[in-house]
């Protein structure tokens, strides 16, 4: 893998191998010292171009574990305030000889463009409304790890789905790994068409509760909006926030998800939050596993070698030896 700028570029069997690749990452993070040599000698640049606290955090930690060397661009500082182009930014990045650059970007396709920029791995870390690759790989390690499988499962996506690239990288991930995917939102929070997308469409909340394995829940963002497409938070609430009513109809085994940052008492009612279904947490964790076992993939020696896998520091070994 070069890149990873959408989970449409993934296949099952990709999807799978991140999979098991986080789970060895875990082990790692259970150490008295939560580090291997994997990635010893490369630098990682870390470009955001709007504002992050999980998904940031989760690189800046996943590449320091794996030992790379690490670069936060802060664009609010950068030359890009005096007028110099994205190009020129990322040119200038390149030339210093970076091995990989992380993009989250406001604008859809800015990771694809940045690849004719640089030498460098690219890696999504989202882009608009297009596509936020890692986060459907920790998401997918979450429902894993609880449920054991996505083979099968029914999960229901709730809220802003025409304005969320978690909401289309998930749908993609989620259906790849065989579970059955159903949309839930108000009609102005639909895109105009749903024919090729591979989900179910529900009208009601409550009529989907029961018979959901997962149950995610996404953020109004309002940040995305040219207009308001609600009446009000309050009748968003009262038709798709998941109150302590509602979660009383899901099944004990239900994982309750939310890829943050969560507005208590819109999406999820305060008191909700404490349940031990909810996995936002699991979530966060699972983030900087996933994020290691990605620039692992990218940058590390064989990019997925299977035996490499069973231990991710023997490719340091091997590359010291040659």
Known sequence: MRHLLSIEDLSADDLSGLLDLAQTFEAVQQRDVPKVPALRGKTVVLAFFEDSTRTRTSFDLAARRLSADLVNFSAGSSSLKKGESLRDTIETIDAMGVDAIVIRHASSGVPQQVTRWTKAAVINAGDGWHQHPTQALLDAYTIRKRLGTLEGKRVVLCGDIQHSRV???NIQAFTKLGATVTVVAPRTLL???????????????????EQSDVLYLLRIQHER???????SVREYRASYGLTTERARKLSQDCVIMHPGPMNRGVEIDPEVVDDPRVAVLDQVTAGVAVRMAVLFNVLGPGQFDRDDEADPASSS????AA
């Open 167 to 169: 909401a289309r990288s």
């Open 191 to 209: 895109p105009s068409s749903l024919d090729h997308w591979p989900v179910e469409v529900s009208k009601s909340l409550d009529e989907s509760l």
């Open 225 to 231: 909006m040219g207009q308001s497409l609600l009446p």
């Open 317 to 320: 070994k091997k590359r010291s």
